[in-house]
């Protein structure tokens, strides 16, 4: 079982190494869940605990395939793993976030019918999620991400944020949009996050739909395409990701279906505990062993035919 003495992570297959790429001291608001894009986990230790002329990088976490820790810095200690970053109105989260950097090459990229990292080495089938991410860029292959990695990765945020008292688990993709995507669609970050949130006794927020019909799409705007017919009104969503307009939310009662909806058509319900019955869109990433038998991403089962046009003005809302 994994612990916190004195900002130090302790449990088993846990150890140290200080790196020297580190700032002054920092309270913790978020944690941060970064793929390394490297060889190994200790490739990846080595690069991090090196001092370099420009361009040094570090962290607090680095998580291997196999479920080992490592350690590098204190968890009060600012790491220079965010970069350019904003969250919520706060800038460069490097001063208010613990960095855990996960052992994984990340996005990878075709070379005839091998999938191949930027160093070059090539994965097979059963290495490789086949997926769009979240924000677009079309459907491409990406590194999968361990059984025991993925559950450290929850044992890890879950502890954090139970000692720290964090507010939010957030993806690089989240605090830099448009300039990072990891640790990408073949990690469920949305089920971590509510899972990890939710463990010290929060709740998940619910919502229902308060419009006639409303759209869910793929990202938050109205220009993103939708991923399901529209959702009905008193439909119950669990919130997953809020953003000022917009937000992104799973369907509850239907285990495969995440997308974005405008806040203007929804409003919130009594809160249950979170992360029951709810998956995120990496969990149904298609693995490219399968792709010739299923689409990367499945349309949504009809469950009723679409409704007759209309001259009234009653379309979907957004």
Partial sequence: MLGIQNHRLTG???SFRPTPNVGGAMRPQFVVLHYT???TLESSVESLCTKKPQGNASSHIVLGRDGRIVQLAPFNAVTWHAGVSQWNGIDGLNHHAIGIEMDNAGLLHREGERCVSWFGKAYP???VVVAEHRHGGGV??????????IERALQLCEVLVAHYGLKDVLGHEDIARGRKVDPGPAFPLAAVRSRALGRGGDAAVRLVVTSTTLNIRSGPSADFPKVAPALKRGAELVLLEPQDRWSRVAVV????LEGWVCNDFVARQAATRSGAGVLSRSQRAVPVATRARAPASAPAKKRAAPAKKS????RARR
């Fill in 311 to 314: 001259n009234t003005t009653t």
């Fill in 37 to 39: 894009a490297g060889r």
């Fill in 253 to 256: 009662g239907v285990t495969d």
């Fill in 140 to 149: 491409r292959p990406w590194h999968n991400f361990t059984e025991v990695q």
């Fill in 12 to 14: 088993p297959d846990v």
């Fill in 125 to 127: 089938d059963n290495e």
